[in-house]
Nanobody, 120 residues
Framework: QVRLVESGGGLVQAGGSLRLSCAAS????????MGWYRQFPGKQRELVAL???????NYADSVNGRFTISRDNAKNTLYLQMLSLKTEDTAAYYC??????????????WGQGTQVTVSS
């Protein structure tokens, strides 16, 4: 079984920063694409940023230039550095990973989510 566990969410004032982490554990061959999504109350989950295994990143327009996604493949850990936070960044943030299991099959996994609240 593969688990993704997020940490680092919390309450911060507008203009502040937070760093989210997502640690993958379990038995698998490797992790391909990883990413962060967020969900506003009553809305569908939306993409924040994606990163390939070799470090190529893509960002949603709303966070480009403020957020940085990175990963440590040796630690199977994903990060999201969030700077210049805005009240509209308030959401539940979810980690995502495309995991290649021991069977060589690809399976998408999600973390349980971590709340980010930005106050004015």
């Amino acid at each position: 079984q593969v688990r993704l566990v997020e940490s680092g969410g919390g309450l911060v004032q507008a203009g502040g920063s937070l760093r989210l982490s997502c640690a993958a554990s379990g038995s698998f061959l490797r992790i391909d694409e990883m990413g962060w999504y967020r969900q506003f109350p009553g809305k569908q989950r939306e993409l924040v940023a994606l990163i390939t295994a070799d470090g190529r990143a893509n960002y949603a327009d709303s966070v480009n230039g403020r957020f940085t996604i990175s990963r440590d493949n040796a630690k199977n850990t994903l990060y999201l550095q969030m700077l210049s936070l805005k009240t509209e960044d308030t959401a539940a943030y979810y980690c995502y990973a495309d995991v290649i299991r021991l069977s060589s099959r690809s399976t998408n996994y999600w973390g349980q989510g971590t709340q980010v609240t930005v106050s004015s």
